[in-house]
């Protein structure tokens, strides 16, 4: 099998594609800085099972070019994981409009321009997965949070109305929901000494690999994963 993985340099992304490929799948990740992208190539370690592609989600051409360059590289593109997100928080009267935009247009529009790339190559292979990231700050809403908490309530809702569409061509479409997990995603100030009671990254990583291993006639189309205990 074949994935492609957006925002895969770094974070819950990386974790993902190191999941997948020890699954002994083959792997494309997407990301828009090299130095990121290489890094994470030399932490992989994957040979052959690993490409990387430089590309922004939020340019169409960019998004478009990453699947296709998937597809050359393996052949086919049996598994789409959206995850690159961007979070950036202030309150509404404060948030300039390219802040706004910066985090809609790549946690939602990139994610439909990934998507509607990917639909022609998984309807021709037969089926396939489209796994997105959201977060539980789709329906727990916070001070701070009006584009970050907009982006990820629409990004379910795009995932539940696509889930119904596409699951005639058995494209299975499942929203991952993680709730506070402890990545370098805030910022370098965003984790604390007591994270441990935080989410891991391999504990998303491993939600999307049960998804992948779930028998076929039921489909799992909205997960929520939360931290066991508070801190």
């Not at 690159?84 to 509404?92: C, E, I, L, T």
């Not at 119904?164 to 984790?191: C, K």
Request: glycine fraction near 10%; aromatic fraction near 6%.
């Amino acid at each position: 099998m074949v994935a492609l993985v957006t925002g895969g340099s770094k974070g819950i992304g990386l974790a993902i594609a190191r999941a997948l490929l020890d699954r002994d799948m083959q792997v494309a990740i997407s990301g828009r800085h090299e130095a990121d992208l290489r890094r994470a190539a030399e932490q992989l370690g994957a040979g052959a099972n690993l490409v990387t592609v430089s590309a922004d989600v939020r340019d169409e051409a960019d998004a478009r070019r990453s699947v296709e360059e998937t597809v050359r590289a393996f052949g086919g593109l049996d598994v789409l994981v959206n995850n690159a997100g961007v979070g950036k928080f202030a309150n509404v009267a404060d948030m300039t409009p390219e802040m706004f935009r910066d985090v809609i247009d790549t946690n939602l529009t990139g994610v439909f321009y990934c998507t509607r790339a990917v639909l022609p190559h998984v309807k021709s292979a037969g089926g396939g997965w489209i796994i997105n990231i959201a977060s539980l700050a789709a329906r727990n809403y916070f001070p701070g949070g009006g584009a970050y908490c907009a982006s990820k309530a629409a990004l379910v809702a795009f995932s539940e109305s696509l889930m119904q569409e596409v699951r005639v061509d058995n494209i299975r479409v499942s929203v991952v929901m993680p709730g506070s997990v402890a990545t370098e995603f805030s910022g370098p100030h965003g984790r604390h000494e007591d994270d441990s009671w935080k989410l891991t990254p391999d504990d998303v990583a491993q939600t999307v690999m049960d998804l992948l291993r779930h028998p076929g006639r039921s489909l799992p189309s909205k997960i929520e994963i939360r931290p066991a205990k508070t801190r």
